[in-house]
Nanobody
């Protein structure tokens, strides 16, 4: 199995920055994409940003374009989310997710971290 562990969340004032990290406990046999999602109280989980296996394509929610940047370090089995110009509406639990295979024998699957809280005060 594999575990995804997020870190870097916390309390920040509006306009501030945070960098979230998500480290996998082992390398994947293959990865289709890695992404960050968030879920605010009373709302559905939504995609914030995603990056393809090659790292050449990224995708962002309209609400974070120009403020958030997703990146990955394959040597460290880690994906990052740099969040600048944070707004109170960015407050949520942030989850990382990997769509991939941990072994050539197993099927493609979605793997999730446990989440990290981001709170932006006004």
């Amino acid at each position: 199995q594999v575990q995804l562990v997020e870190s870097g969340g916390g309390l920040v004032q509006a306009g501030g920055s945070l960098r979230l990290s998500c480290a996998a406990s082992r390398s994947f046999f293959s990865i289709i994409s890695m992404g960050w999602y968030r879920q605010a109280p009373g709302k559905q989980r939504e995609l914030v940003a995603a990056i393809t296996n090659s790292g050449r394509r990224t995708n962002y929610a309209d609400s974070v374009k120009g403020r958030f940047t997703i990146s990955r370090d394959d040597a460290k089995n880690t994906v990052y989310l740099r969040m600048n110009s944070l707004k109170p509406e960015d407050t949520a639990v942030y989850y990382c997710a990997v769509n991939g295979k941990i072994d050539y024998k197993v099927r493609l699957n979605d793997y999730w971290g446990q989440g990290t809280q981001v709170t932006v005060s006004s």
